[in-house]
């Protein structure tokens, strides 16, 4: 899924390439994946898209102050960027794409959703914050104004795994599954732990390790094209989506707990004081 830094990255290059440039066309190929009707996508066409922005995990393309299109690449939607449009015809439900964007000096992109399970989400609004899922976030930690106070503030009272607090965008905007990973790692923290519980000094190594993590991240993205931010969020982690690899601090093997539809990956030297957290699916199946 693509997370914050990723989806900075996507903004940097649209900031780049798409700022300036009008909309000639929007071609919807999955009807499911446009979440509003007024204003209609056509509104789109002929404006100019004046700014690249970001909110969360959203991307909000604005035009003028007035007509945005907003979208969210959930868990495996992505953004495929042409210098020269393709010509041929989309035919709805035989392709990945679920819109295409066409600029009028021939470029575009493609939002793609691979699986057969579709999330990804497009608007076309008004105000960025008509859409719900920007409306309800939290604060952005790379925000300027997001201070250790800020952040022990959202941890106080929350009864929550840090783990699950961390992905929930009601509380921290932008950080997903593989962020909250490698921010535990690397704040030496079981996921399992509990927030209200966290004394000072676990406060201070966490948002130290969340700020860290996150600006190491949308630097490596920084300048790279669509094409390369896979990849490179790919290299750039320690634990996640490394289960059976060495880990690069201290030599243990990563490990992972497996939930329903996804994963957690930690070192147990590092996070968990040598203890291997049960696997919840290995479990059920010996009951």
């Given at each position: 899924?693509?997370?914050?830094?990723?989806?900075?990255?996507?903004?940097?290059?649209?900031g780049?390439?798409?700022?300036?440039?009008?909309?000639?066309?929007?071609?919807?190929?999955?009807?499911?994946?446009?979440k509003?009707?007024?204003?209609?996508?056509?509104?789109?066409h002929?404006?100019?898209i004046?700014?690249?922005t970001?909110r969360?995990?959203?991307?909000?393309?604005?035009?003028g102050?007035?007509?945005?299109?907003?979208?969210?690449?959930?868990?495996?939607?992505w953004?495929?960027w042409?210098?020269?449009?393709?010509?041929?015809?989309?035919?709805?439900g035989?392709?990945?794409?679920?819109?295409?964007v066409a600029?009028?000096?021939?470029?575009?992109?493609?939002?793609?959703?691979?699986?057969?399970?579709?999330?990804?989400?497009v608007?076309?609004?008004?105000?960025?914050?008509?859409?719900?899922?920007?409306?309800?976030?939290?604060?952005?930690?790379?925000?300027?104004?997001?201070?250790?106070?800020?952040?022990?503030?959202?941890?106080?009272?929350?009864?929550?795994?840090?783990?699950?607090?961390?992905?929930?965008?009601?509380?921290v905007?932008?950080?997903g599954?593989?962020?909250s990973d490698?921010?535990?790692?690397?704040?030496r923290?079981s996921p399992?732990?509990?927030?209200?519980?966290l004394?000072?000094?676990?406060?201070?190594?966490?948002?130290?390790?969340?700020?860290?993590?996150?600006?190491?991240a949308?630097?490596?993205?920084s300048?790279?094209?669509?094409a390369?931010?896979?990849?490179?969020?790919?290299?750039?982690m320690?634990?996640?989506?490394?289960?059976?690899?060495?880990?690069?601090?201290?030599?243990?093997?990563?490990?992972?707990?497996?939930?329903?539809?996804r994963?957690?990956?930690?070192?147990?030297?590092c996070?968990?004081?040598g203890?291997?957290?049960a696997?919840?699916?290995?479990?059920?199946?010996l009951?």
């Open positions: 899924m693509p997370e914050m830094p990723e989806v900075q990255g996507l903004v940097d290059f649209l780049e390439r798409a700022v300036g440039r009008s909309i000639v066309r929007t071609t919807v190929a999955a009807i499911a994946a446009l509003t009707y007024d204003p209609p996508n056509t509104a789109l002929g404006a100019e004046t700014a690249a970001r969360g995990k959203f991307v909000v393309l604005s035009c102050a007035e007509l945005h299109l907003v979208f969210h690449l959930a868990k495996a939607g953004l495929r042409y210098e020269t449009l393709p010509t041929t015809i989309i035919k709805p035989k392709t990945p794409i679920a819109v295409r600029l009028d000096d021939d470029s575009g992109f493609d939002l793609t959703e691979a699986g057969s399970k579709k999330s990804l989400a608007y076309v609004v008004r105000d960025p914050d008509e859409v719900p899922g920007i409306a309800r976030l939290g604060p952005d930690p790379l925000d300027e104004a997001f201070t250790r106070e800020t952040f022990a503030g959202l941890l106080a009272g929350k009864r929550t795994q840090i783990k699950g607090l961390l992905r929930d965008q009601a509380v905007a932008g950080i599954n593989a962020y490698e921010i535990l790692h690397a704040a923290m399992y732990a509990i927030a209200a519980t004394g000072d000094d676990e406060v201070d190594r966490l948002f130290a390790a969340t700020q860290s993590t996150l600006r190491e949308v630097s490596a993205a300048g790279k094209p669509p390369d931010l896979k990849d490179a969020k790919r290299r750039g320690q634990v996640h989506a490394r289960r059976g690899e060495t880990c690069p601090v201290c030599g243990d093997t990563v490990r992972s707990v497996f939930f329903a539809d994963s957690l990956e930690y070192c147990p030297t996070q968990t004081g203890k291997v957290l696997d919840r699916r290995l479990s059920r199946l009951k």
